[in-house]
């Protein structure tokens, strides 16, 4: 009687350990998957790598796509079965669109098309965004607002009357149409800059400049031993900004730089990768006259390795510097409003 | 010291601010030159049906006519900008919407992060127009498992059919518009990460959710962020070279029958356009007051009833009071009337 006494409240002791072991298996599985308060669940860890990976793989998808069909043959891209893996490494599309984009010289004409304005870039912003955050004159609020208003404004807005103004001048057709809005602070998105070079300036604290004005220093002493070297990281971002959007403009440097109507024979005849992309098919189809038997008829795969080649070097450039661009935003203050 | 120069305070800073202008000076040139003036000048070239000769321009002043022509006669500056005008907006909140959404995850403790980022902003480098271009034409550029289709047969169902056809080509210009995202990202992330994370830490203390830290921290601290990114978004979206309009107003430009008179006013009317989506961005996200500013203000509001009520009490209390003391001392003179 005893016994069985004892027995049962030993069973119904299991079963309320059981119940509580099921319990804590439960908090122990929830904890796992959906995480407490200090630390991230397994679960909600792998949602997040999940949106990661799948929204990456979207937005490399074009790239990847490029890639890709640049190296097909044609027979690869008429076989409905080769779809992502090309049967070989087929790189004569390379070999064409080179050809076609006579691509040293358009690639050495890119890199000064897009070098020089940004260095001026980098000098005037500088200069421009210290004098508005160093001194306090009158009309700076307004100016300020100006500064932002040509920052709204499109540029087709005021593209034709400074159009006819650089053909009066004689800038048009050459590197003088980028250079000299350069100088005036009115480059490529040159405001952007000089509100970056803004906000830079403006945190360095004005005792230091205080102590250099004591010491002796002129105004543009200060600006070149002293805000200037703190000013790292926002050189930086401009510049590499500055490369980019200058590299990526096909429109203005169609109109100003290349010469999309008019072209003599005497001047240098400039031409920059993008905008020899933007009139890929017509300048294969014109080399390819030239040439005669030697290409092919232009298909899918030249033009994406035509693109290819257009964007390697940036592509290059940021494999080897996307550190500095992901980190250097962070130092520059773009947000330290 | 010279008798009668003197110095008066705040002059020397005064004059070293002049120096100021010494150093914005090419910028001030250049607006000038370049923006002010062009402007002017195109206001007047839309005034004008301009004819190119080869001893230089023939002007022909023709008031308004240019304007009145786009919108009474040319169908494409009005149907462009119809579509323009809807994808404008349909597309501005989603990019950076989606563009927070992204930054927030990026901005979690997680491996790989830098190789993310790498992935993210890769658009920035490469997103240009003709590349764009090229990627649009091989259908590179929308998702591929994806079927834009049955969204649209859906969407035409419940939707007028030119707001459905928007949302539709938002969907098949899908990585477009994920492309156009990458410096928003980029600001945003910068953003997020001078959140302080102390307050986070406060938050959960007192047993706030991640959803409510979202609301209540997040979102109320990147919101000038927030209308930067729109700003910048619309002015990116607008001045594109996808854009139809601008592309319309470049050909425009060169044909025989508009001209630069016609392009010029075009241009006009598409900035003044642009400015209005922009101030309208403006208005709606800096209009919109978070939880706190609206809990503040109906606390401040409460205050000031109690403040009334508790005059209102004390007024009636006086004036009981005197009432009071009137009726007492009327009582007492009966009473020593009566007395009496």
């Known amino acids: 009687m005893q016994n069985t006494n004892k027995s049962r409240s030993k069973d119904s002791l299991k079963k309320v350990l059981s119940a509580q072991n099921r319990e804590q298996m439960k908090y122990k599985v929830r904890k796992f998957i959906f995480g407490s308060k200090d630390t991230e669940g397994a679960g909600k860890l792998a949602v997040i790598y999940l949106l990661l990976i799948s929204i990456g793989f979207v937005y490399l998808y074009p790239v990847l796509y490029m890639i890709s069909k640049s190296f097909m043959n044609l027979n690869d891209l008429l076989d409905t079965s080769v779809n992502w893996i090309p049967s070989s490494l087929y790189t004569n599309n390379y070999v064409q669109a080179f050809k076609s984009m006579d691509y040293w010289k358009t690639f050495r004409d890119s890199i000064v098309i897009a070098g020089v304005p940004t260095l001026i870039n980098v000098v005037i912003c500088a200069i421009v965004g210290y004098g508005f955050a160093r001194y306090e004159f009158k009309g700076k609020k307004i100016l300020i607002g100006l500064l932002l208003f040509s920052f709204i404004l499109p540029p087709q807005a005021t593209m034709m009357p400074t159009y006819v103004f650089y053909t009066n001048i004689g800038l048009i057709n050459s590197l003088k149409a980028f250079i000299v809005p350069a100088l005036l602070g009115q480059g490529i998105k040159s405001q952007i800059f000089i509100l970056i070079f803004y906000n830079f300036f403006r945190q360095i604290p004005k005792v230091l400049i205080e102590a250099a004005k004591i010491d002796g220093a002129g105004h543009f002493r200060i600006f070149r031993k002293i805000a200037l070297p703190s000013a790292a990281p926002a050189i930086l971002v401009v510049f590499l900004f500055s490369i980019v959007w200058y590299w990526n403009e096909s429109y203005l440097t169609q109109l100003y730089v290349v010469g999309a109507f008019t072209s003599s024979a005497d001047t240098y005849h400039w031409s920059s990768l993008i905008v020899s992309l933007k009139n890929f098919e017509n300048s294969y189809n014109n080399a390819r006259s030239v040439a005669g038997s030697g290409m092919v008829d232009i298909n899918e795969s030249i033009k994406m390795a035509g693109t290819m080649l257009s964007i390697l070097p940036l592509l290059i450039m940021y494999l080897v510097l996307q550190k500095q661009f992901v980190e250097s935003v962070d130092r520059a203050g773009i947000t330290g409003e | ?340």
């Open chain 2, 1 to 340: 010291m010279k008798k009668g120069r003197k110095i008066k305070p705040g002059r020397l800073e005064q004059r070293e601010n002049m120096i100021g202008y010494l150093f914005i000076l090419p910028w001030l040139i250049g607006i000038v030159l370049l923006v002010l003036w062009p402007m002017i000048q195109s206001f007047q070239y839309s005034l004008n049906r301009i004819k190119l000769l080869p001893q230089g321009m023939a002007m022909l002043y023709v008031g308004t006519e240019n304007y009145s022509q786009i919108f009474l006669t040319d169908p494409d500056f009005i149907m462009g900008l119809e579509t323009y005008l809807l994808e404008t907006l349909i597309a501005v909140p989603v990019i950076v919407s989606f563009s927070l959404i992204i930054a927030m995850l990026l901005n979690q403790k997680i491996s790989c992060r830098g190789i993310f980022r790498m992935i993210f902003f890769l658009p920035i480098i490469i997103a240009s127009g003709p590349v764009m271009q090229q990627l649009a034409d091989q259908e590179a550029a929308s998702i591929p498992m994806m079927n834009v289709t049955m969204i649209e047969q859906l969407l035409d169902e419940y939707l007028p059919h030119v707001l459905a056809a928007s949302i539709t080509s938002v969907f098949s210009n899908m990585i477009t518009l994920l492309w156009y995202s990458g410096v928003q990202i980029l600001i945003f992330l910068a953003a997020l990460q001078k959140i302080d994370t102390s307050l986070y830490e406060a938050a959960k203390i007192d047993g706030g959710s991640k959803w409510e830290c979202f609301w209540k921290i997040t979102l109320p601290t990147v919101k000038p962020m927030i209308l930067l990114n729109v700003v910048y978004t619309v002015i990116f979206m607008s001045n594109n070279e996808q854009n139809s309009l601008i592309v319309l107003i470049y050909d425009t430009m060169l044909s025989a029958t508009g001209g630069y008179g016609y392009a010029s006013a075009m241009a006009w009317l598409y900035s003044v356009i642009e400015s209005a989506i922009v101030i309208f961005f403006a208005v709606l996200i800096m209009g919109r007051k978070d939880v706190y500013e609206r809990r503040a203000k109906k606390y401040r509001r409460e205050l000031k009833k109690e403040k009334r009520l508790e005059k209102k009490i004390r007024k009636r209390g006086e004036r009981n009071e005197r009432k009071y003391a009137k009726h007492k001392q009327k009582q007492e003179q009966r009473q020593s009337e009566k007395s009496a």
